[in-house]
């Protein structure tokens, strides 16, 4: 018996559409695609990212992948238009996940990216070991978020649930002002330039790789920047007060001070979590829930708060009675630490190897 072909839709068939739309081919889906510009969505078929322009009202799920300004548009189109679950790719999630309070709309960010722009630039393999954000409201269906987890898993993405209000003030410090301070850094270089001449040549490895984010799309930050401005602002002020502490240090010759920063950041950039790939790493928590909406991504976003992996999910239905269980795949070094969290919930929990 030959598998049903799997059915998804891609609005906006820009970098990050084209990028998901290539990832879900290589699945075996059948894509459908569209644009607000037809040459871009001309452009994409025309590559193999979509197998078809237009709308599909059969997709499981609709990606929409669009600018800020017009996601809520694209978002209720999409739920209108289709039967399937619908996402979108912002990465500012708290007015969206507001706005739209939908069973069938699960917010999500894509922390991935590339300096290219559009399509021609789309690259399946763009979201191996990136970062995935799923901001579920009240309102979201568990099935939708287990399937689109596990769908994203599949992709390669590192799924992480929380609070839209969370994510978007966490983003602003790690992507929004990294980028900001890229562009600020690039444009003092820039200007200086123009008295010296030789210094954008002297620009090394670490100058190059600091502000290579700047190179981004400046369109789409104009709708990040008002979208988030004050989880931004907030951020910003921090960094400037830490810049103005360093600058005291550096001016009054502190190195015990500057030492014990610098070996600060040093320890914290070595730290940085790393995706799990080898199997015997990972063990599956067991988590006996109620048949109670919102518990999928009551756990998840626990795991979050954690900072416990979850590599892949599911659900095991009981053939009796109002219990299930949901099966997470975690770290083998992170698994106690969940299960502790789980307890304190008063979920019951237990580990189990993998098959």
Known sequence: ?????????????????????????SLGWHVTGRDKVPENATKALSLGAIDLIGSDPEAEFTFVAVPASSVEEEVRRA???????????????????????????????????????????????????????????????????????????????????????????????????????????MCMADDRANDDTPLLRLAAGGFRDMTRIAAGNPRIWLDI???????????????????????????????????????????????LPARYVRPQDLIEVRVSIPDKKGQIAKITMLAADCDVNVADIEVAHSAEGSQGVLVLVVSRNESQRFLTALAGMAYNATIRELA
């Open 1 to 25: 018996m030959t598998a049903q072909i799997r059915h998804a839709q891609i609005v906006g068939t820009g970098l990050i559409g084209g990028s998901i739309a290539m990832a879900l081919k």
């Open 79 to 185: 739920l209108d238009e289709t039967v399937g679950f619908v996402t979108d790719t912002g990465s500012v999630k708290a007015s969206i996940t507001s706005a739209i309070s939908n069973p069938r709309f699960i917010p999500g960010h894509p922390m991935a990216g590339s300096e290219q722009d559009g399509v021609n630039g789309s690259d399946p393999k763009i979201f191996a070991g990136a970062v995935w954000v799923l901001t579920p409201s009240s309102a979201t269906e568990d099935n939708g978020l287990r399937e689109l987890q596990t769908l994203l898993g599949s992709i390669g993405s590192d799924v992480v649930t929380m609070d839209a209000e969370r994510h978007d003030a966490l983003v602003a410090v790690v992507s929004h002002v990294p980028h900001l301070t890229a562009a600020a850094m």
């Open 225 to 271: 920047c008002q979208e988030n401005r004050l989880a931004i602002v907030s951020a910003l002020d921090e960094l400037s007060k830490r810049l103005g502490e360093m600058r005291e240090i550096v001016a009054g010759s502190d190195v015990e001070n500057l030492n014990a920063l610098l070996s600060q950041a040093r320890r914290a950039r070595n730290n």
